[in-house]
């Protein structure tokens, strides 16, 4: 049917915003106690995900994302994850937040964990939102910036120098900076985006 796609986009939105009305009168203290699990929960499923045969985390596109067939994906249950734990934390430790030792690195050693999950998936892009996840809430809770901008200088150079050992990674970024020089197996998307907006 030439309506598929927009009737399965209607229901997404629809049970979206019912979640969305649930959560909105949800006590999110109640919360505060389901953070670790929900956290455990997480790295055990997306360690899962790397380490169970094909027939439970099979291999799709090259990378290995999904727990019994395609039905679900633990790194986007670990978005709801980190915005709890993150939460709970930074609620915790209260003024202790500004220290960099019991402050910030406790954050960066959970976190770190789900990032190296998702990276060996591979999976950057949810790696990096983790981390931009945290960092934001961090930010909104009271933390140092000087912290992040000394580490962020620290991890630079080796970031730069592991990225050429992730090539799609690379041909990604190519892809947005020179859209029309990439190939259209890493830039397909970009192009009919654009083309449906020249379209009108």
């Known amino acids: 049917?030439?309506?598929?796609?927009?009737?399965?986009?209607?229901?997404?939105?629809?049970?979206?915003?019912?979640?969305?009305?649930?959560?909105?009168?949800?006590?999110?203290?109640?919360?505060?106690?389901?953070?670790?699990?929900?956290?455990?929960?997480?790295?055990?499923?997306?360690?899962?995900?790397?380490?169970?045969?094909?027939?439970?985390?099979?291999?799709?596109?090259g990378s290995r994302r999904f727990l019994f067939g395609a039905s679900f994906q633990p790194s986007e249950f670990g978005k709801l994850a980190v915005v709890v734990w993150v939460a709970m934390l930074i609620v915790k430790k209260g003024h202790s937040l500004r220290r960099l030792t019991k402050g910030l690195v406790p954050f960066l050693i959970v976190i770190g964990v789900l990032d190296v999950l998702a990276a060996l998936e591979p999976d950057l892009s949810?790696?990096?939102?983790?981390?931009?996840?945290?960092?934001?809430?961090?930010?909104?809770?009271?933390?140092?910036m000087g912290h992040f901008i000394a580490l962020a200088a620290m991890c630079l150079p080796i970031t730069l120098t592991k990225i050429e050992k992730w090539r799609y990674a690379v041909s990604r970024l190519s892809a947005f900076f020179h859209p029309g020089d990439a190939p259209d197996a890493v830039n397909f998307q970009l192009k009919q985006s654009l083309i449906a907006v020249g379209s009108g």
């Open 1 to 61: 049917s030439s309506s598929y796609f927009l009737v399965h986009q209607l229901g997404g939105v629809a049970v979206g915003l019912i979640a969305f009305a649930i959560a909105a009168k949800f006590d999110a203290q109640k919360l505060h106690d389901w953070a670790w699990p929900i956290m455990w929960f997480t790295i055990a499923t997306m360690t899962a995900v790397l380490v169970l045969p094909g027939r439970i985390a099979p291999t799709i596109h």
């Open 126 to 144: 949810v790696a990096m939102l983790y981390t931009l996840l945290m960092a934001v809430l961090l930010f909104v809770g009271g933390a140092r």
